[in-house]
T-cell receptor
Framework: NAGVTQTPKFQVLKTGQSMTLQCAQDMNHNSMYWYRQDPGMGLRLIYY???????DKGEVPNGYNVSRLNKREFSLRLESAAPSQTSVYFCASSPPGQYGYTFGSGTRLTVV | GENVEQHPSTLSVQEGDSAVIKCTYS??????FPWYKQELGKRPQLIIDIRSNVGEKKDQRIAVTLNKTAKHFSLHITETQPEDSAVYFCAESNDYKLSFGAGTTVTVRA
């Protein structure tokens, strides 16, 4: 039982490049979330998926897209990376009808 | 997050003393208030939470209090130890999506 697994752990991109951050959970959770963490700003919600087949924007969705591939997997895509997207990205999941989040270990992304 | 203000941003305490972090929120419909601890380079982990129908909850050296009228909640850590040094985040929700405060960096001095 791995919990929430994120890949990659580290990534450096050039401005304008694209990439996909992967997230998978093996706890049969319905809801999945993508947050970014920046110094002094806490964790801000980018996108979330309340259940398989649905996705919704969070607080800071601009520049990102998501795909809920199946119940286990929720990916975050940067189509054209910008330096402002340099951040630590966390994926999380929660069981149906409950608030408790389980976080992945994070992806540290640097855009140069 | 835009819904939660957290203070102070940094807190330094002597080992054995108490630490208190306070958060205020704006949405009167909020009904769930968790606290997360994040050690350097690690993921956030839930340490305690409280629901809106409860005023106080305690778990060993940590406690959370909630004042719904004033829309604020606080984390209390007693008898602080070096391993309590970390960043602490409050959060709130009324629909399973969490909005987080900006975080408090707690340093426990030996």
């Amino acid at each position: 039982n791995a919990g929430v697994t994120q890949t990659p752990k580290f990534q450096v991109l050039k401005t304008g490049q694209s990439m996909t951050l992967q997230c998978a959970q093996d706890m049969n959770h319905n809801s999945m979330y993508w947050y970014r963490q920046d110094p002094g700003m806490g964790l801000r919600l980018i996108y979330y998926s309340a259940s398989e087949g649905t996705t919704d924007k969070g607080e800071v969705p601009n520049g990102y897209n998501v795909s809920r591939l199946n119940k286990r997997e929720f990916s975050l895509r940067l189509e054209s990376a910008a330096p402002s997207q340099t951040s630590v990205y966390f994926c999380a999941s929660s069981p149906p009808g409950q608030y408790g989040y389980t976080f992945g270990s994070g992806t540290r992304l640097t855009v140069v | 997050g835009e819904n939660v203000e957290q203070h102070p941003s940094t807190l330094s305490v002597q080992e054995g003393d108490s630490a208190v972090i306070k958060c205020t929120y704006s949405d009167s419909a909020s009904n769930y208030f968790p606290w997360y601890k994040q050690e350097l380079g690690k993921r956030p982990q839930l340490i305690i939470d409280i629901r809106s129908n409860v005023g106080e909850k305690k778990d060993q050296r940590i406690a959370v209090t909630l004042n719904k009228t004033a829309k604020h909640f606080s984390l209390h850590i007693t008898e602080t130890q070096p391993e309590d040094s970390a960043v602490y985040f409050c959060a709130e929700s009324n629909d399973y999506k969490l909005s987080f405060g900006a975080g408090t960096t707690v340093t426990v001095r030996a």
